[in-house]
């Protein structure tokens, strides 16, 4: 679920999942793995990711959103 709604988030903010990645100092690789449900960001990452977003950390785990 945390992969798709950063996915959702950056579909709202009309952002690509590059730009995440260089905002968060990763490679678009790892951030696709996130995105794909292939493995979890680090709570380090997650927190690096809602602050990129401007998002709590709660719009990104939560498992009821879209």
Known sequence: MI????????????????WLAQQCGVTKGHINQIIAEK??????LLLKISEVLSVSIDKIVDTNSQ
Do not use: A, D, F, R
Request: aromatic share 4%; hydrophobic share 25%; glycine share 4%.
């Open 3 to 18: 992969g798709k709604n950063i996915s959702n988030l950056l579909y709202e903010q009309h952002k690509t999942q590059v």
């Open 39 to 44: 493995t979890h960001p680090s709570v380090q």
